[in-house]
């Protein structure tokens, strides 16, 4: 595959991955969960590499794992004696994010880990750092990663559908029918850091919170149905990805910001055009009513 192909095919599986966790995130309220985790799974990745002092492997995951499942905990129980949401999310997601920036500054030192990087990340350089794989060849070990999440996220999704869905939507239902609705919280929570880390190296925190909530948010307008919503989640990240790729070559600029702007040049779109909640569908079809009405009374 070519140089610029392993670019989109990177970003084509962030949006997915992305896309496709982030329309529970929407749908649970939860999309400033998305920008906390995003940024507090640094905490996970420095202390991981403070501990190993390596920059890749198995451990980086349990690390994101680990600071995302911290994030939400502290979260909840904050909110549960009485701060509300918000405030609880603002305060844990600012300070363990000033820890991990902290542990940067004085513990890595030289290595190839910085907050510029973990904030914007570096998409050019994924091509070049590969490894092997059988029957595949080399292939670029952010891209290798994503694909193995993407596959994951969808396994569990698949798996227990019904019961994210009914969670998603009515979670007092859920517990009075005998559904595990703090362990599937903790287990969503998982996802989302799991998805969050295998991009973050590769695009920054930056384009992951665009990625989860901005696609899921425009799918969001178009459709009522859950599966209808996933699928278009996962098609507007990709569109994003490709799209955002292009106006960066064009402009000469940073690939994943332009990323993250075509995901609000989608909303915007959606914002516009949907059928049911799109402002200019919703203006015509007020105009058309009120047409209507005028004949009715012309009539009579």
């Not at 227990?160 to 859920?174: G, M, N, Q, R, V």
């Not at 850091?193 to 920054?204: E, K, L, M, N």
Request: glycine share 8%.
């Amino acid at each position: 595959m070519t140089y610029t192909g392993w670019i989109l095919l990177t970003a084509s599986l962030v949006g997915l991955s992305c896309g496709i966790v982030g329309v529970f995130l929407i749908l649970r309220r939860m999309a400033m969960m998305a920008d906390a985790i995003s940024h507090t799974v640094l905490l996970g990745i420095v202390t991981a590499f403070i501990v190993t002092r390596e920059l890749s492997g198995p451990h980086m995951l349990i690390g994101a794992i680990i600071a995302g499942l911290l994030t939400a905990v502290l979260v909840q129980w904050f909110h549960s004696r009485g701060v509300q949401q918000d405030a609880s999310i603002g305060v844990v997601f600012t300070t363990l994010f000033a820890i991990g920036v902290i542990l940067i500054a004085t513990q890595v030192g030289n290595a190839h880990l910085d907050t510029k990087h973990a904030l914007m990340g570096e998409i050019t350089f994924v091509p070049w750092d590969v490894m092997h794989v059988p029957l595949l060849g080399e292939v670029p070990k952010a891209t290798f990663m994503l694909a193995a999440v993407l596959l994951v996220v969808l396994i569990v999704i698949l798996a227990f559908y019904k019961e994210w869905k009914i969670t998603s939507f009515d979670p007092a239902l859920a517990a009075s029918i005998g559904i595990p609705v703090v362990l599937m919280h903790y287990v969503f929570m998982s996802l989302v850091s799991i998805t969050t880390v295998a991009s973050f190296d590769a695009v920054g925190a930056i384009m992951v919170v665009a990625m989860l909530i901005t696609p899921a948010a425009a799918a969001y307008l178009w459709t009522d149905k859950l599966s209808i919503m996933l699928v278009l989640s996962g098609a507007f990240g990709v569109i994003s990805a490709f799209m955002g790729y292009y106006v960066a070559l064009w402009l000469d600029t940073s690939i994943s910001g332009s990323m993250a702007f075509a995901t609000g040049i989608v909303f915007i779109l959606s914002f516009l055009f949907s059928p049911r909640h799109g402002v200019l569908s919703r203006y015509l079809h007020k105009f058309n009513t009120h047409g209507s009405e005028e004949k009715l009374d012309g009539v009579s």
